[in-house]
């Protein structure tokens, strides 16, 4: 997470009037989302706020109020996300005239919506007690990378020392009213802050923490739509490198989705090398099949020959068929028919393997197998019932 941090500050405004005007800080821009801008002003005496512009909303804790002995006044805090207020200057309406010494600050990285305030806040003022040091103040932050904001106010004015580790943004003019912030990069207790004025009068003190932005994890996707995720991610991270400020938390959001896309990738590929390796298998058990088809084929074959010639041997008598007319046009008939009956089994085995082993990888689909578009068809050795012999004289 990248926390809010302090971007500008309007010109400090330090006048008598009911109804006091502040001018918006440079770079304020309602279209950025992210920004937040802060008023903070110092009301004379015992005059309250009775109209708050639009957009606007009073931070938690205000109004700080002295309203006894000399010094009385009150510190107010305001704060608006720039799409609210837009442009500016923003007009407040007091319950009467009197001095008012009033600026904006705006505050960027901040979260775009609902109350970019944490919970915790402290604020306080020394009553009727005179002093150089503003009230002790101590919150402790809910998260990382908090943007903690401390304004103060002493009536008599003079230059300020800001708090500890803190960056002071406000110290001119009537020097009545100071303003300062620091990133505290982990949640938890901030210690005592304090800060010095160089006049001795009443004082109020406030400290509180914008919260940073929570990057959301995209939504699980299911097959198909990390593209999209991959792209509405990487148009996040371009708006916030426009605003001039690219961020550590856009690079990580960028190289989720990047994973995101490699996996999708990886899972697709994996599915077509598996679609493939199926589509192999059953070639290479259709080739199996047709093979044990053929050696079956061979072997009815060459068992029917061997009936015909034994039946033509065992009615002859005589196994020269050279010496024999009669028999030895059995044996040729028989040797005919198996030479046939193989060649028809040879070439149909052939036509199965030849259409078995094409393979064709239809779009979306999957490898599949062709179907043999025609059976193996054997023909047998039909056995004689006679064979007739002729001898000699």
């Known amino acids: 997470m990248v926390a809010p941090s302090f971007a500008a500050i309007g010109t400090q405004q330090a006048t008598s009037t009911a109804n006091p005007s502040v001018e918006p800080p440079a770079g304020l821009d309602d279209e950025i989302p992210g920004q937040v801008v802060v008023v903070t002003m110092l009301v004379d005496g015992t005059a309250t706020v009775t109209g708050i512009p639009a957009g606007f909303t009073r931070c938690d804790g205000f109004p700080l109020a002295i309203t006894v002995g000399g010094g009385a006044h009150r510190q107010e805090k305001f704060w608006g996300h720039a799409a609210d207020v837009g442009a500016g200057p923003w007009v407040w309406t007091l319950s009467g005239g009197t001095y008012v010494n009033r600026a904006a600050e705006l505050f960027v990285d901040c979260r775009p919506t609902g109350n970019p305030w944490d919970a915790d806040f402290a604020g306080q003022e020394t009553s009727g007690v005179n002093g150089t040091v503003t009230p002790a103040l101590e919150i402790e932050t809910s998260s990382d990378d908090c943007c903690l904001v401390f304004s103060a106010t002493n009536w008599s004015g003079g230059a300020w020392t800001p708090p500890t580790g803190f960056t002071e943004r406000r110290d001119s003019g009537d020097r009545n009213v100071t303003s300062a912030d620091k990133t505290q990069a982990s949640a938890g207790l901030t210690g005592s ?6 006049g001795n009068d009443k004082r109020t003190a406030w400290l509180g923490a914008l919260l940073p932005v929570v990057d959301e994890d995209p939504p699980v996707e299911t097959e198909g739509t990390a593209p999209a995720t991959a792209t509405a991610t990487a148009v996040r991270s371009t708006t916030r490198t426009t605003t001039g400020r690219p961020t550590a938390a856009a690079t990580a959001t960028a190289a989720r989705a990047t994973a995101r896309v490699t996996t999708g990738a990886a899972r697709a590929v ?39 010639l034994a039946t033509a041997t065992a009615t002859t008598g005589i196994v020269p068929p050279e010496e024999h007319d009669s028999a030895g046009t059995a044996y040729a008939t028989a040797a005919a028919s198996a030479a046939r009956s193989t060649t028809r089994v040879t070439t149909g085995v052939a036509r199965a393997l030849a259409t078995a082993t094409a393979v064709q990888v239809r779009g979306g689909g999957g490898p599949r197998l062709a179907t043999v578009s025609r059976p193996v068809r054997l023909t047998s050795v039909a056995r004689p019932s006679v064979i007739s012999t002729s001898t000699r004289g």
Do not use: N
């Open 193 to 198: 802050v304090t800060a010095t004025c160089a």
């Open 270 to 308: 994996a599915a077509a090398s598996a679609a493939v390796s199926t589509a192999r298998t059953r070639a290479t058990a259709a080739i199996a099949l047709a093979g044990v088809a053929f050696s079956r084929s061979t072997a009815r074959t060459t068992t029917g020959t061997a009936r015909a």
